[in-house]
């Protein structure tokens, strides 16, 4: 569990940062000043910018989990048409909210995820198939008919 602790406390971090914070009581603040910011952009883009549908394809199943949670924490509402894949996602929302802010966070918080759970797997093949040479297949050359 203390992978698993050290892994919330780096997202919690790099979120901290993302959003500009780093102790407790600067993530107060900061949320507080973000709120505040947040509700007089919301009336300026309410003038300037129109919602659009957007659609986003993500076949990891905790990619995918991830997203719709960053969604639903930024009070965006995922949802999918009928007959839609399982991996698409629609949200309909501003366009600077998703570029600006949803999407770059989602990057930075998938990518330490991606990171953890392929170091976990890496070690779980290791220690189960108990092999020393960890390295890929040999690459051959293509044998051509003729």
Same mark, same amino acid.
């Given at each position: 569990? @203390? ?22 009581? !600067?993530? &107060?603040? @900061? ?14 883009? *309410?003038?300037? !910018? &129109? ?55 989602? &990057? ?10 392929? &170091?976990? *797997?890496?070690?779980?093949? *290791? ?9 890929? @297949?040999? !690459? ?7």
């Amino acid at each position: 569990m @203390a992978d698993l602790d050290r892994l919330i406390e780096r997202i919690e971090k790099v979120m901290a940062i993302y959003h500009g914070a780093s102790s407790d009581g !600067e993530r &107060q603040a @900061a949320e507080a000043a973000l709120q505040r910011i947040e509700a007089k952009m919301a009336e300026q883009r *309410a003038v300037h !910018e &129109q919602d659009v549908d957007f659609s986003f394809s993500i076949s990891d199943p905790w990619s995918r989990d991830l997203f719709i949670r960053l969604l639903k924490k930024h009070h965006l509402k995922p949802y999918r048409r009928p007959r839609q894949r399982r991996t698409t996602i629609m949200v309909t929302a501003k366009p600077s909210l998703i570029d600006g802010v949803l999407w770059p966070e989602y &990057q930075q918080v998938q990518s330490l995820l991606a990171a953890h759970l392929d &170091q976990v *797997a890496n070690e779980v093949i *290791a220690r189960v198939l108990a092999d020393e040479d960890n390295s890929t @297949a040999d !690459e051959q050359e293509a044998i051509t008919g003729g």
